[in-house]
């Protein structure tokens, strides 16, 4: 069964901190795939990033970073020199292709408050 | 603009009142589905549709029904609606393409039923 875990209910930072988000998820798919949304104050879901899992290349892309480590089935969302409109939900998501990618799997979220 | 959109965004009703809750997307998109968001729960699917005429349950689909007569159009529909029916829900699609599998969101639907 598939399941994804985000431990931290809620991080709450000083403006310019660093901050990782940690994701853990469970699959026994070989193929899947894994996901990042931000769900602002405003309520709606933005997709920030897709992994693949054979791909295990970190990513960055401006203040964002993910790292992907496939031994320890970890997905971690690090935002650099924090702002306040970083401050939303964040969610974690897995789909596997067994299921033809038709279920996205989310974590319980992190409510991450940047203070000024 | 490319979008999914919902109506209503907002909605308070009475228990055992039928609802639907409509669902459209402009993007051509195959692959459809229901969302609701529980505080501490995350996400959970209700129900997704594959394309036209094709749909199938998810993890939560006790209460909910579905159809799918048209591609762009996916409404959500309670037909007798309870409160632990209170929730946040998101309708998503994405297209059927390899190599792209983030689905795409609307707006939300805030559903109190008292």
């Known amino acids: 069964a598939q399941k994804v875990t985000q431990a931290q209910t809620e991080i709450s930072v000083v403006e310019k901190e660093d901050v990782t988000l940690d994701c853990v998820y469970e699959t026994r798919d070989t193929t899947y795939y894994l996901f990042w949304y931000k769900q602002p104050p405003s309520g709606e879901l933005v997709f920030l990033i897709r992994?693949?899992?054979?791909?295990?290349q970190n990513e960055i892309s401006g203040r964002y970073s993910w790292n992907f480590q496939k031994s320890t089935s970890s997905f971690n969302f690090t935002i650099t020199a924090s702002q306040v409109v970083d401050s939303a939900v964040y969610f974690c998501?897995?789909?596997?292709?067994?299921?033809?990618?038709?279920?996205?799997?989310f974590g319980q979220g992190t409510r991450l408050t940047i203070n000024p | 603009e490319a979008q999914v959109t919902q109506n209503p965004r907002y909605l308070i009703t009475v228990t055992g009142k039928k609802l639907t809750v409509t669902c459209s997307q402009n993007?051509?998109?195959?692959?459809m589905s229901w969302y609701r968001q529980d505080p501490g729960l995350g996400l959970r699917q209700i129900y997704y549709s594959m394309n036209v005429e094709v749909t199938d349950k998810g993890d939560v689909p006790e209460g909910y029904k579905v159809s799918r007569k048209e591609k762009r159009n996916f409404p959500l529909i309670l037909e007798s609606p309870s409160p632990n029916q209170t929730s946040l829900y998101f309708c998503?699609?994405?297209?059927?393409?390899?190599?792209?599998?983030?689905?795409?969101f609307g707006p939300g639907t805030r559903l109190t039923v008292t």
């Open positions: 992994r693949n899992s054979f791909d295990e």
């Open positions: 998501a897995l789909s596997e292709a067994e299921t033809g990618a038709q279920k996205l799997v």
């Open positions: 998503a699609s994405r297209p059927r393409l390899a190599g792209v599998y983030e689905q795409y």
């Open positions: 993007m051509n998109h195959e692959y």
